[in-house]
């Protein structure tokens, strides 16, 4: 495998952010992973693990070693009562693997489909969409310790997953290399249509005529009248989490905003769509120092000129500080930085 020096990666990242790193990789099994973490090694050089940069703020310099995961394969394990097992490499493509599920009749997540960047990804911030999250059909992973080399699973349990989390963004945080994933999908279609924006596509449908291929189509227009294409303008998506408050904050800001929408949580707790908080403030459509918030969904920054992350930040700030300033919520920035 070959260590590339001083490698541009501003094609690499979504957001377009200028940014080059000492050294890069892009391993395509097992053994090249352990080659990469025992170069590293040898030369002090810390890793950092990049997959399609399509949730990350990348720093203009970053130190050691880059480590792009580019392990394919997808791999039915086993047929359980109409489940299928299937084992994925962490360098497919997520959209790839939802088209592969559909030309293979299976289900559980059409809901997902369109969401940029590796499978191998996809645990780090439980990727969700339209009511369901890969914890839905999430079996265990494969990953190797930086540290140790190890060769570790871990279930669902062990993952923690939860809203936009996993102990991959807390304390194993480029600890470890997600190298394989286990997913359970269906033969019958498990479809979810709870969420308000594709429940309104099927309103005056006959639930029952309704199967994959008519969920993956309505998301996916729904999905490209609001979100922006980052090839065409470049971004990360949601640059926010939506906030999750109690229900007295809720409470009062409802009795102020009566049209605020919102999503009832376990534990009496409410998530406020940001994009909702930062249009309130004024931001949709804004432009401020070459970053661009989009018109058509407040949630997502864009980045037309390649400003560097530094810019991006301090935009960012002024839109957290206004929303804290009107509704007393803090904003927390969705993607991963990376130095
Ligand atoms: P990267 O951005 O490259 O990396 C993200 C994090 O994962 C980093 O911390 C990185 O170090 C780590 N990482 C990557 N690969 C591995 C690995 N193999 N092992 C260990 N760590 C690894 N997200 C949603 O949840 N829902 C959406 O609906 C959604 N819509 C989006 C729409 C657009 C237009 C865009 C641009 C983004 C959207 N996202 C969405 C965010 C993004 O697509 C997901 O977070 C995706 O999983 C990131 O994958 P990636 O391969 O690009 O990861
Ligand atoms: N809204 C506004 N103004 C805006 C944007 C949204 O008022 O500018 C309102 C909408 O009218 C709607 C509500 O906010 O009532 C929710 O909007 P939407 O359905 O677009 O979803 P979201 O909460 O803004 C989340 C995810 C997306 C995911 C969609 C669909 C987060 C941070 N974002 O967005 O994920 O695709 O739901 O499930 O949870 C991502 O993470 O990158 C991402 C795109």
């Not at 094609?11 to 890069?24: E, G, H, I, M, Y």
């Not at 494969?142 to 997953?161: H, K, M, P, Q, Y």
């Not at 969420?195 to 596509?201: D, K, R, S």
């Not at 919102?262 to 909702?276: D, E, F, L, S, T």
Request: charged fraction near 20%; proline fraction near 5%; hydrophobic fraction near 40%.
């Amino acid at each position: 495998m070959q260590f590339v020096a001083d490698v541009d990666l501003t094609t690499k990242n979504t957001l377009a952010v200028p940014s080059r790193c000492d050294w890069f990789c892009a391993p395509e099994n097992m053994d090249d992973i352990f080659e990469a973490i025992g170069w590293a090694k040898k030369r002090a050089q810390k890793i950092n693990i990049l997959g399609g940069g399509s949730n990350l703020l990348l720093a203009e310099k970053i130190s050691g070693l880059v480590i792009q995961p580019k392990i394919k394969g997808i791999d039915i394990l086993a047929e359980e009562y109409g489940d299928v097992l299937i084992r994925v490499g962490a360098g497919e493509i997520w959209e790839d693997l939802v088209n592969w599920a559909e030309q293979n009749s299976l289900s559980g997540i059409e809901n997902l489909t369109l969401i940029p960047g590796t499978v191998g990804a996809a645990p780090i911030q439980n990727i969700g969409a339209y009511g369901c999250e890969l914890k839905d059909v999430f079996e265990q992973l494969t990953a190797i310790n930086l540290e140790s080399g190890a060769v570790d699973i871990f279930d669902r349990e062990g993952c923690r997953f939860a809203y936009r989390e996993s102990i991959f963004k807390r304390e194993l945080d480029q600890k470890y290399i997600i190298t394989h994933v286990v997913l359970r999908l269906s033969r019958s279609p498990k479809l979810n249509l709870s969420y308000p924006a594709l429940a309104n596509a099927f309103v005056d449908r006959d639930i029952s005529q309704i199967g994959s291929k008519e969920v993956l189509s309505a998301i996916r227009q729904i999905r490209q009248t609001k979100l922006p294409d980052p090839k065409v303008i470049p971004n990360a998506g949601s640059f926010f989490q939506n906030p999750v408050i109690s229900q007295l904050q809720y409470e009062q800001l409802k009795a102020e905003y009566p049209l605020m929408p919102c999503y009832h949580q376990p534990n009496r707790q409410v998530k406020i769509p940001a994009g909702w908080l930062i249009e309130q403030a004024g931001w949709r459509g804004r432009q401020k120092n070459g970053i661009k918030i989009h018109e058509r969904q407040a949630l997502v920054l864009t980045n037309p000129e390649g400003c560097s992350v530094d810019v991006i930040y301090s935009v960012a700030r002024q839109i957290q500080s206004d929303v804290q300033g009107l509704f007393s919520i803090h904003l927390d920035i969705e993607p991963r930085y990376i130095s």
